[in-house]
T-cell receptor, first 113, second 116 residues
Framework: GENVEQHPSTLSVQEGDSAVIKCTYSDSASNYFPWYKQELGKRPQLIIDIRSNVGEKKDQRIAVTLNKTAKHFSLHITETQPEDSAVYFCAASREAAGNKLTFGGGTRVLVKP | SAVISQKPSRDICQRGTSLTIQCQVD?????MFWYRQQPGQSLTLIAT?????????ESGFVIDKFPISRPNLTFSTLTVSNMSPEDSSIYLC?????????????FGSGTQLSVL
């Protein structure tokens, strides 16, 4: 089955700096890669996703890049703000398999004011 | 987008007992899933709840421990049976909403279970 590795497990940045989280996956048939943000005591919420026919996607301060050959994808947050502090999870799935997501281990991001 | 109601939101249970968690969606959905999130950990898929048939369990999870019902396209239950302290986790229902313009997989607010 799919295995998703996520690094780093914790990340502390100064407000205004950039944050980068990296994930690798094992199943070359995976073609859907979402990122979820989970604030303390809340449910995971999708912040951005990318499909395997696209190399990069951007939404305001958030961007995701995908390297299919190397089987890795990354989340980039620019101009970080205190409200970006949360746990971020990457995930991978084969869309044809009913969107059964395999999650990475999570990255706890702390943005220091 | 799909609105998911999950209950109870939290419970404290004695070991050896069972707890049934309910997940109600405000629209018909094809795919419903149950995830477990152990303290400080990531999300692990327990099973896919299939409407009108037995759930499909992931490796490491069995029907006797986590029986699942899915009587229709808007409702599912997960039972955590014969609980032990190791079952203390957050249990999350999730649904795939193919009509959503952006988010595809929605999560319920979760059930925080503590087993004494």
């Amino acid at each position: 089955g799919e295995n998703v590795e996520q690094h780093p497990s914790t990340l502390s940045v100064q407000e205004g700096d950039s944050a980068v989280i990296k994930c690798t996956y094992s199943d070359s048939a995976s073609n859907y890669f979402p990122w979820y943000k989970q604030e303390l005591g809340k449910r995971p919420q999708l912040i951005i996703d990318i499909r395997s026919n696209v190399g990069e996607k951007k939404d305001q301060r958030i961007a995701v890049t995908l390297n299919k050959t190397a089987k890795h994808f990354s989340l980039h947050i620019t101009e970080t703000q205190p409200e970006d502090s949360a746990v971020y999870f990457c995930a991978a799935s084969r869309e044809a398999a009913g969107n059964k997501l395999t999650f990475g281990g999570g990255t706890r991001v702390l943005v220091k004011p | 987008s799909a609105v998911i109601s999950q209950k109870p939101s939290r419970d404290i249970c004695q070991r050896g007992t069972s707890l049934t968690i309910q997940c109600q969606v405000d629209s018909q959905v094809t795919m419903m899933f149950w995830y477990r999130q152990q303290p400080g950990q990531s999300l692990t898929l327990i099973a896919t709840a299939n409407q009108g048939s037995e759930a499909t369990y992931e490796s490491g999870f069995v029907i006797d421990k986590f029986p699942i019902s899915r009587p229709n396209l808007t409702f599912s239950t997960l039972t955590v049976s014969n609980m032990s302290p190791e079952d203390s986790s957050i249990y999350l229902c999730s649904v795939e909403d193919v009509t959503a313009t952006n988010e595809k997989l929605f999560f319920g607010s979760g059930t925080q279970l503590s087993v004494l």
